[in-house]
């Protein structure tokens, strides 16, 4: 058999045994799925249990108990040194178990963490979870994603990947679809291939599962990938600090309680005892076990609130953030977009109150009775462009296709609206493929903020301004100053008009007027094409199109997120917007949920002309940051924290990780979001919601408020027993306490209450008081006069 790469795309689907419109059959799957397992890579151990006993068994304290057996036996108390140990191997068992299940839980946290992959089967499209799929399989893949098993490209628009870790080459590879010749191909240069783990930066595509797991060419290189990696908090290492130095106190206060009692001529025996007891009481035990248990609770509770933690030190780290950057879309708002109206000629044409599902009387434009034949034309040319120049699909979900209410929206929720308009007004997106099919697209991306489709047109159209010559067409779509850049004229009732400065100025009030109404508002343009191209250069063909008209789209706020916005505030945490949306659009909506008003808003250009220094000054103030750039996060997030904010910082896009990396909390989308926005970020929505991070944010902080109680606690009931000890030889006292009994008291008194403390619910003032400074230290003054005078 030749290699993959060699094959035409038929002879693949021929040799893999499946039908191109059908996919596989969920039966045939199942059985392919038992043959060659799940597609995952052997998974690298995370700390197994001799790593966490072995922790257990290092702790300073555990060295001084295990002295103080050394030192009983010496004594010939053997059997205070036999109940030490039998306390020592009950606190180590104690400890390691707490330690055992926090692994645990958060390694089942990280299973969540495999994404899903939408897969032909049965002939319909699924979200199915990537580790499902098989040999055979059809899958689509999406810029921002990693691809999930090695594919045979069936079908590629300006694909892109980044393959460095498989092949080291770091530069971004172009994607093609024809069968390459040459079986001594190297990975590089197989570009009609995709390979599992490598990244998708650009565009999209169909492709045919060839390898899944181990036998992917990532597998076969991979050994221990997917390594559950251990990872302390900083609050972990203080505390670690914390224990050691009470331990070094212990000794230092040993030593002179020891050499105080030799000096007064006390029984050598007694002091030896007493120092001994006092060393126990002096260090808390259940210190670490404690800490690592709240942080593994409160990763637990946040993951019930749909906030998935993906590093542990988030969990404090949310308990100190002072500013949360959001996006808008999806965030704040529902990011379910509807198409309210359109404007054309001036009109403002509100779309049929129907769904795409209702059956539309057929032959009729049925856009509003009233307008003029140029003006309703060149409105179904409008949403004709809108349907056509778009990766969202209609497709029947259901057994019987010619049922409407089996119809099922896939894709990007602005695209979703444009393509329902379209079909809501009797122009169903698979007809209209058919009429005019698909020959390229020019991919739309967060910079260039517009996207072209270039289409075939089969002999005539019944399209009355299309002119029938022509052998494409191409349509654009995006930002409205992105579109009107690439037009020289526009239709005005039905003729072509050139587009003047004074045009354009109408236009643009035009689209500030919905703006401000907090639609989101796009442009459709139309250029004709004589000769189809043999080769799609954005620059060529996306210049002197024909403007067609505006599209407002509706997608109202969450109802939560004023809610959200005010606990934020009340809590001391300052809400900022970041979109790439128009300035007017986030303002509307930004003052609908209570996070801004105009003198607090920046645009992505005004950005773009304030130095790092002038960032700096702003930055405090601003709260609505509108049309930006993904780069622009990045300087947003470092201006922040250059004026002292701690920052979660959310994002969806490819390239949005570089500034999620650098955010104290870098928050990913857990539905919308790109794979690798997900591996750059620390914690995961996976409700998209802006007010799980306030929820989140709340539960950080009660895992630190809950750790400090835990501390002040057994502080002072260590600094009760210490008193005790010191104080009672030196009244002549016999011996308060022996080591044996304080350990006792610790065990019973530090481990289980702890744990208690450990799942405390909030305070009522958690989200009333201002953000904790992260340099403040957990014993501060209060608590340690508080620790000496309870002990
Ligand atoms: P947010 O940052 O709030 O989530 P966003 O990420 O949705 O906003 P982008 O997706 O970058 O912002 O969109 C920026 C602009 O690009 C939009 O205001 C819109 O004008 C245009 N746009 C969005 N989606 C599309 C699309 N599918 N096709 C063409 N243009 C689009």
């Known amino acids: 058999m030749p290699a993959w790469h060699q094959m035409s795309k038929e002879d693949c689907l021929l040799e893999q045994g499946v039908d191109a419109s059908n996919g596989l059959t969920s039966v045939e799957a199942a059985d392919r799925l038992r043959e060659v397992g799940r597609n995952v890579l052997i998974e690298g151990k995370g700390r197994n249990w001799l790593a966490i006993l072995r922790e257990q068994l290092c702790s300073a304290l555990v060295g001084i108990l295990l002295a103080a057996v050394i030192i009983s036996l010496a004594l010939g108390e053997y059997v205070d040194a036999l109940a030490i140990i039998t306390i020592v191997v009950l606190n180590t068992a104690l400890g390691f178990y707490q330690d055992y299940r926090a692994e645990k839980a958060l390694a089942a946290l990280k299973r969540f963490e495999v994404s899903t992959v939408r897969v032909l089967r049965d002939g319909k499209w699924q979200a199915l979870s990537a580790e499902e799929l098989i040999p055979g399989d059809i899958v689509q893949l999406e810029a921002g994603n990693l691809v999930p098993a090695d594919c045979r490209l069936l079908q590629a628009f300006s694909l892109r990947t980044q393959e460095a870790m498989l092949t080291g080459e770091s530069a971004d590879i172009e994607k093609v679809v024809k069968p390459l010749p040459g079986d001594d191909l190297s990975l590089g240069d197989r570009k009609n291939m995709v390979y599992k783990g490598t990244l998708l930066t650009y565009g999209h595509a169909t492709g045919l599962v060839i390898a899944t797991g181990m036998a992917t060419e990532l597998g076969k290189i991979a050994h221990s990938l997917h390594v559950v990696e251990h990872q302390t908090t900083p609050l972990q290492r203080r505390l670690g600090q914390l224990g050691r130095t009470l331990a070094i106190a212990s000794l230092v206060i040993v030593a002179a309680v020891f050499a105080m009692g030799a000096m007064l001529g006390e029984d050598v025996r007694l002091m030896v005892m007493t120092a001994l007891s006092l060393a126990v009481a002096i260090v808390p035990e259940g210190l670490p076990a404690v ?98 120049c778009s990766e969202a699909e209609l497709r029947s979900s259901g057994d019987d296709a010619s049922e409407p209410a089996n119809l099922e929206a896939l894709g990007e929720p602005t695209e979703v609206a444009l393509v329902t308009a379209a079909a809501r007004c009797g122009l169903s997106k698979s007809a209209l493929l058919e009429e005019f099919p698909l020959v390229e697209e020019l991919a739309f991306d967060s910079v260039r903020k517009r996207m072209t489709t270039i289409h075939r047109m089969e002999a005539g159209s019944r399209q009355t301004l299309l002119s029938s010559d022509a052998q494409a067409v191409a349509f654009m779509k995006g930002a409205t100053d992105q579109v009107v850049n690439a037009c020289s004229e526009r239709l005005w009732h039905g003729q072509r008009q050139p587009l003047d400065d004074a045009v354009r100025l109408h236009i643009a009030s ?34 002197g199109m024909t403007l067609l008209g505006l599209v407002a789209i509706a997608d109202p706020a969450r109802q939560e997120a004023a809610d959200a916005v005010t606990r934020c505030q009340a809590a001391g945490i300052r809400p900022v917007m970041i979109t790439g949306d128009h300035p007017l659009t986030a303002l509307s909506i930004a003052e609908q949920v209570g996070i801004g008003h105009a003198d607090a808003t920046l645009s992505g250009s005004q950005l773009a002309t304030l130095s ?33 904010e701690v920052v979660a910082m959310t994002g969806d896009g490819v390239n949005d990780a570089p500034a999620l990396k650098k955010a104290h909390i870098g928050v990913a989308m857990g539905v919308t979001g790109a794979d690798v926005s997900k591996e750059a970020s620390d914690m995961v929505l996976l409700d998209d919601n802006f007010a799980t991070i306030v ?73 009333q008081r201002p953000p904790r400074q992260t340099k403040e230290p957990i014993i501060d003054r209060t608590m340690w006069i508080n620790i000496a005078w309870v002990g």
């Open 291 to 388: 800490a690592t248990v709240t942080l593994a609770i409160g990763a637990m509770r946040m993951f019930n609130l749909q906030a998935l933690i993906r590093r542990l030190p988030a969990v404090e780290t949310l308990g100190s953030v002072t500013v949360i950057c959001s996006d808008k879309t999806g965030t704040l708002t529902e990011n379910k977009m509807t198409v309210e109206s359109l404007c054309v000629d001036d009109e403002n044409i509100r779309l049929p109150d129907r769904s795409a599902t209702d059956r539309v009387p057929a032959g009729a434009t049925h856009l509003g009775v009233g307008l003029d034949e140029g003006t309703s034309a060149a409105a179904e040319l409008l949403l004709m462009g809108a349907g056509l």
């Open 510 to 543: 035009l689209h500030d007027q919905l703006a401000a109404e907090g639609k989101r508002v796009l442009a459709v343009a139309c250029r004709q094409l004589a000769k189809l191209p043999a080769t799609f250069v954005a620059e060529e063909i996306e210049q």
């Open 612 to 644: 790092d220094d002038e960032l700096r000054q702003r930055v405090g103030n601003v709260s609505v940051y509108a049309r930006v750039e993904p780069n622009d996060k990045l300087r947003i997030v470092e201006a922040l924290q250059q004026i002292g």
């Open 695 to 767: 929820n989140a944010v709340e539960q950080g902080r009660i895992v630190y408020d809950n750790i400090r109680k835990f501390v002040r606690y057994t502080m002072s009931s260590n600094a009760g027993e210490v008193v005790v000890m010191i104080v009672g030889p030196l009244m002549g006292m016999p011996l308060p306490l022996l080591p044996l009994q304080i350990l006792w008291i610790n065990l019973v008194t530090d481990g289980l209450p702890g744990l208690a403390l450990a799942v405390e619910p909030a305070e009522r003032d958690t989200m």
